[in-house]
């Protein structure tokens, strides 16, 4: 079994949607939980993170932690073309190195 | 120049050839970091750099060898390599892995071909 689950998609949603990625994980040492886009031809970029269980919104992203089901969402209201990108879900565990483990992400296509 | 940068963009080599990578980071970190990046696969950790010292190699075959003369450039030199090294290469750097969450910033990549 892979330390971090994702479906690779593509998803593809209209403009407007509500967008659901999603994670499942099976250390459950994870600790701290991240998101990071990458656009066609760049690196990932950070867009959320959380520590722990709970949620936290920014915008119109939400990201979800369930620790119990070991099952992380990010949520994206009213998705736009511009949030056509693959997401990457990643995560790591507490104390020493902070080196992350990274799903493989999931391709999200927002048509107008 | 800003953030990360990796040059070359793109690499098509044949199997004998030797090649280097490149990645330059201005950002003023203290750790760099390789990564590979294959279709349908999770994000490959190869090496991480912490004050110009590997501290992990994720058991990489050792025709990839990395390189990191100063705490701003980091190199992947390649040879022998096989069509399914094939992959997008990507640099990395962070402040410090010691710190929760570790943000790593990205270069572009280098898309490789291995004929």
């Known amino acids: 079994q892979k330390e971090v689950e994702q479906d690779p998609g593509p998803l593809s949603v209209p403009e407007g949607a509500i967008v659901s990625l999603n994670c499942t994980y099976s250390?459950?040492?994870?600790?701290?939980f991240m998101w990071y886009r990458q656009y066609s031809r760049k690196g990932p970029e950070l867009l959320m993170y959380?520590?722990?269980?709970g949620n936290k919104e920014d915008g119109r992203f939400t990201a979800q932690v369930d620790k119990s089901s070991k099952y992380i969402s990010l949520f994206i209201r009213d998705s736009q073309p511009s949030d056509s990108a693959t997401y990457l879900c990643?995560?790591?565990?507490?104390?020493?190195?902070?080196?992350?483990?990274f799903g493989r992400g999931t391709s999200l296509i927002v048509h107008p | 120049e800003t953030g990360v940068t990796q040059t070359p963009r793109h690499l098509v080599m044949g199997m004998t050839n030797k090649k280097s990578l490149k990645c330059e980071q201005h950002l003023g970190h203290n750790a760099m970091y390789w990564y590979k990046q294959s279709a349908k696969k999770p994000l490959e950790l190869m090496f991480v750099y912490s004050l110009e010292e590997r501290v992990e190699n994720n058991s990489v075959p050792s025709r990839f060898s990395p390189e990191c003369p100063n705490s701003s450039h980091l190199f992947l030199h390649l040879h022998t390599l096989q069509p399914e090294d094939s992959a997008l290469y990507l640099c990395?750097?962070?402040?410090?892995?010691?710190?929760?969450?570790?943000?790593?910033?990205f270069g572009p990549g280098t898309r490789l071909t291995v004929l």
């Open positions: 990395a750097s962070s402040q410090d892995p010691a710190t929760p969450y570790n943000e790593q910033f």
């Open positions: 250390n459950s040492a994870f600790q701290y």
């Open positions: 990643a995560m790591s565990v507490s104390g020493g190195s902070y080196i992350p483990t």
């Open positions: 959380t520590y722990s269980s």
